[in-house]
Every structure is written in C-alpha cells, then in structure tokens.
Nanobody, 123 residues
Framework: QVQLVESGGGLVQAGGSLRLSCAASGSIFSINAMDWYRQAPGKQRELVAHITNGGSTNYADSVKGRFTISRDNAKNTVYLQMNSLKPEDTAVYSC?????????????????WGQGTQVTVSS
C-alpha cells in the first residue's frame, strides 16, 4: 500500500509565501512523475505544476514565475514553493504521483493522490 501525506497549507496574506510538501511512503519501487493540482470552490481541478523523475518541470500559465516545484528522490517527497500568492490561488491543493510499487511480490504501476491541503490567500 502507498500513502501520500501532505503538509504546509494554511492562511496567508496576498503577497506572502507558503511551501507545500507531499511525502510518499509504502512499498515503492520507483516514482515517475509528481504533480500538484488545485481545485477552487465551484471550479474544475487544474494542474498547477509537474515534475518528471529527471527533474523537468511544467507550470500552469497562472503560476509561472511565482511557484516552483521540486522533488527529493531520496525522501520520495515533492514540494511546491508558492511565492507572491494572490487571492485567486485560494484552493485545495493535492499532490499526485505516478509510481511503481510492489503488490503481492510483483511490480505494479499506479497513481495515487494526497488527501489535499487548504491554501487560503486573503486580500
């Protein structure tokens, strides 16, 4: 079984910063891509940032230049550094991981989601 535990959300004023973390644990063989998504009330979930196992990154246009995704492969952890936060960044942020894990002694490809963490930016 694989678990993703997120931390780092909270309430911050516009212009402030927050750093989200998402740690994967369990019978993990390897981790491929890691992503951060967000969903605001009444809106569809959107991809915020993506990082490959080689470190290549992609960002939503709305966060380019303000957010930075990174990963620590030794810790099976992905981070999202969020700077210059705006009220429109308010959402529940969730990590998503594509990985290979051991299931019943065999390798299995799967994707997993974190529980979500609330980020609220006040104006």
């Amino acid at each position: 079984q694989v678990q993703l535990v997120e931390s780092g959300g909270g309430l911050v004023q516009a212009g402030g910063s927050l750093r989200l973390s998402c740690a994967a644990s369990g019978s993990i063989f390897s981790i491929n891509a890691m992503d951060w998504y967000r969903q605001a009330p009444g809106k569809q979930r959107e991809l915020v940032a993506h990082i490959t196992n080689g470190g290549s990154t992609n960002y939503a246009d709305s966060v380019k230049g303000r957010f930075t995704i990174s990963r620590d492969n030794a810790k099976n952890t992905v981070y999202l550094q969020m700077n210059s936060l705006k009220p429109e960044d308010t959402a529940v942020y969730s990590c998503h991981v594509d990985l290979v894990n051991l299931v019943g002694g065999a390798l299995s490809i799967g994707d997993y989601w974190g529980q979500g963490t609330q980020v609220t930016v006040s104006s």
